[in-house]
């Protein structure tokens, strides 16, 4: 199985984690914003979510050669590796200072508002990688 086909699957399961993260967020808003607030909030959560953001980024830039639109996913996967290494390397109380700022002013019923461009962007996503390799 070649690396593009794994990172493909990976991109999957970035899109599949986006809807889940909608329907939640649709059906638990204040606990989406809780969970926003904790964002940066020990160094396990900071570099977990930053590990994780690197990985996807790295994915997509693996699956882009063989998805629907390798510029834009290429770009994508980039935008999510720097953003995660300049997280990283800025201190991280400033990451948790700006999550919690976000939670403590988005309104719940925005929650639910934006609750659908995440599932909308993780079926998207799918879309953009499921492209049939060419044989």
């Known amino acids: 199985m070649s690396i593009e086909i794994i990172a493909r ?12 993260l909608g329907v939640w967020m649709a059906a638990a808003p204040r ?7 904790a964002m940066g ?4 959560v900071h570099f977990g979510e930053m590990g994780v953001r690197t990985a996807v980024g790295g994915a997509l ?5 063989v998805s629907r639109f390798p510029a834009a996913v290429m770009i994508l996967g ?7 290494i300049v997280l990283m390397l800025l201190p991280r109380r400033w990451h948790a200072a700006y999550s919690t700022w976000w939670a403590a002013r ?4 925005a929650v639910r508002v ?12 799918i879309w953009v990688l499921a492209r049939p390799s060419p044989t």
């Open 9 to 20: 699957w990976a991109g999957f399961a970035a899109g599949v984690w986006l809807a889940g």
């Open 31 to 37: 606990q989406a914003l809780a969970a926003l607030a």
């Open 41 to 44: 909030g020990s160094p396990r």
């Open 61 to 65: 830039m693996l699956a882009a050669p």
């Open 78 to 84: 980039g935008f999510l590796v720097v953003s995660a």
């Open 106 to 109: 988005i309104p719940v019923a």
């Open 114 to 125: 934006i609750a659908p461009l995440s599932v909308v962007a993780g079926g998207m996503l």
